[in-house]
């Protein structure tokens, strides 16, 4: 409450009627480090997606759909209205909630242009007054704020990038001038990691350097980071090509290419720098497709993680069957084991997430994290739901499996409900759609056979996945959101359905799969047709299968892949 209120204080002390607060940082990552966590600061809501608006009346927390149990759970609702992004958004509630005369402030570095412009749109006419400002008052009162970190850049080897730094250079500045652009700033930390072959540990559980770079088409690329970083050798494996700089040098560096040909990420600049480029094209980072386009060499990678991590999971998943019949097993402890069996690879670099374990009614919570407040010990006839994935130098993996603990048998509605879902699951493994196909166009064959029954789920049913990068990368995904990125060969995207009975249990079964462009085409067919190879190998509880609700299909692809899962080749 002390905390709301001081800040309530400043703003009021400055005639500022509120403020909005992103969980963000300045390049709009999705895991941000402890110095970004403001929103968590603030509200102690931990998701990994949220936005908040705090007036001097009231104030509003903004979550989606995987978060709408999990956020009551932590947040304290006499202080912040919880809104699910579904009902109402952000600027639609600050519209309601603010008279002509109120000034409204933002941190520039946290929003993007596009943020911004979607409030200045909704308040427009209203009198209402959006106010950049020149420092942030969560940092002014956060006491024991973490510093930024600066983790040394390692160089990522081209014998798991695939490509070395050169041709990506050249590919990039090709881009560039069929734009007619002299240079980008790119302010995502992935894209620099992609485009450098490079690396560090600034971010959980993603491997990004942070900072800033922009490239021009001379072929020299300047980047912004915290010098401490950048070693010696670093500096002799790039030569003249990358020269360096403090991050807070790229305010200095884009004044003198304000009147040059530049352009912007509409997605992860931040305003500051819209603001500071009226001129500037805010346009697509040219690294993002072709980060999203898997070649050969990680194509090759991603298999080889999968099967080790295949491995991992297959042995977790034995021991669970085993211990969790003696009543005696935590969701932290499965936590725990599952991720010593990765260990034990002697290849894992880091987890891709924070575990998600959910035994029973914490299944149903999307993005649910066991706490010591909230573990659970897992109960005979639990539905239990774990979501995990992993960081090796040769790929990122991503899955989720629900099973049945104990030696009963479940309710035939649990049946019913995973086998929908899974029948969701083989429908998008076993897609065929032409060239030109968005994940939007996908989106519901996933769901069909839950609409049938009544029934749906209120999160994406895929995501892009990274290459040793970030576990969620865009610009692809398989859900209503996602509309103008077409899905090509090697890119890599999760297929994961689910369902979620409050109060009682979750579902979801998840696998990564690859765009392929190379698979059997269908006899008479007058077109390419594009498909998937599931990439995740782990079986599926097949106790918990109504096999009358499955085609002879669904079956033969269900038999398929668990009999790949028995044996998997390393």
């Known amino acids: 409450m002390t905390l709301l209120f001081s800040l309530r204080a400043i703003l009021e002390a400055h005639n500022h009627q509120g403020m909005l607060i992103p969980l963000a940082d300045q390049y709009q990552n999705e895991y941000v480090a402890g110095s970004a966590k403001r929103l968590e600061w603030l509200t102690g809501f931990t998701g990994s997606a949220g936005f908040a608006i705090v ?46 005369g109120d000034r409204i402030v933002y941190d520039p570095w946290l929003h993007t242009a596009d943020t911004i412009k979607k409030f200045s749109t909704t308040l427009n006419n209203t009198g209402v007054e959006l106010v950049a400002l020149d420092s942030n008052p969560i940092d002014a009162l956060w006491a024991d704020q973490p510093p930024q970190p600066a983790t040394p850049i390692v160089l ?96 200095k560096a884009l004044e003198q290419v304000a009147s040059t040909g530049i352009l912007l990420d509409k997605t992860t ?64 402890e499965c936590a725990d084991k599952l991720e010593s ?23 149903a919570i999307v993005h649910y994290r066991a706490t010591p407040k909230t573990n659970r010990t897992l109960q005979q006839g639990d539905i239990f739901l774990v979501d995990s994935g992993a960081q090796y130098l040769d790929g990122t993996t991503d899955v989720t499996r629900t099973v049945f603990i104990g030696n009963g048998t479940p309710t035939r509605e649990q049946q019913d409900r995973f086998t929908r879902v899974l029948k969701g699951h083989i429908a998008i493994a076993t897609a065929r759609f032409p060239k030109g196909t968005t994940g939007a166009q996908l989106d519901s064959l996933a769901r069909l056979a839950l609409w049938q029954a009544g029934l749906d789920y209120d999160h994406g049913t895929g995501h892009g996945v990274g290459s040793y990068s970030s576990v ?91 009999a790949r899962c028995i044996v998997i080749p390393l």
């Open 55 to 100: 007036l001097l009346d009231t104030a509003a927390l903004f979550v989606d759909g995987r978060y709408t149990l999990q956020a009551p759970q932590e947040v304290d609702e006499n202080l912040f209205t919880i809104v699910p992004l579904s009902e109402q958004s952000p600027q639609s509630w600050l519209e309601e909630n603010t008279q002509s």
């Open 156 to 251: 990522h080897p081209e014998e798991y990038a695939g490509k070395s730094w050169q041709v990506k250079l050249a590919e990039v500045i090709a881009t560039l001038h069929k734009q007619n652009r002299e240079s980008v700033v790119l302010s995502n930390p992935a894209s620099i990691c992609w485009l450098l072959n490079i690396r560090a540990n600034d971010v959980p559980h993603t491997p990004l350097s942070l900072g800033y770079a922009i490239v021009h088409t001379t072929g020299n690329v300047q980047m912004f980071t915290h010098p401490a970083k950048v070693s010696l050798s670093i500096k002799q494996h790039f030569g003249e090509a990358v020269t360096y700089a403090a991050e807070h040098e790229i305010v």
């Open 269 to 332: 600049a931040p305003s500051v720098f819209a603001q500071m480029l009226p001129q500037a094209v805010l346009g697509d980072d040219p690294c993002t497709l072709p980060k999203a386009i898997k070649n050969e060499t990680e194509i090759a990678g991603t298999r080889a993680a999968h099967k080790r991590d295949g491995v991992a999971l297959t042995k977790f998943l034995h021991w669970l069957q085993n211990e969790a019949v003696v009543g005696s097993v935590t969701e932290m």
């Open 341 to 363: 069996f990765r260990r034990a690879t002697n290849q894992l670099k880091d987890l891709s997430f924070p575990t998600i374990a959910g035994s029973g009614a914490n299944g």
């Open 472 to 562: 969620h990368e865009a610009p692809i995904g398989i859900s209503k959101r996602y509309t103008d990125v077409a899905l090509v060969h090697g890119m890599i995207v999760s297929n994961e359905p689910g369902y979620y009975k409050t109060g009682d249990y979750g579902i979801r079964l998840e696998n990564l799969i690859l765009v392929r462009e190379d698979l059997p085409q269908p006899d008479g067919g007058e077109r390419q047709m594009l498909g998937f190879e599931t990439l995740t190998l782990a079986p599926f509880d097949e106790r918990l299968i109504a096999w009358e609700l499955l085609s002879e299909a669904e079956k033969e692809w269900l038999r398929a892949y668990q």
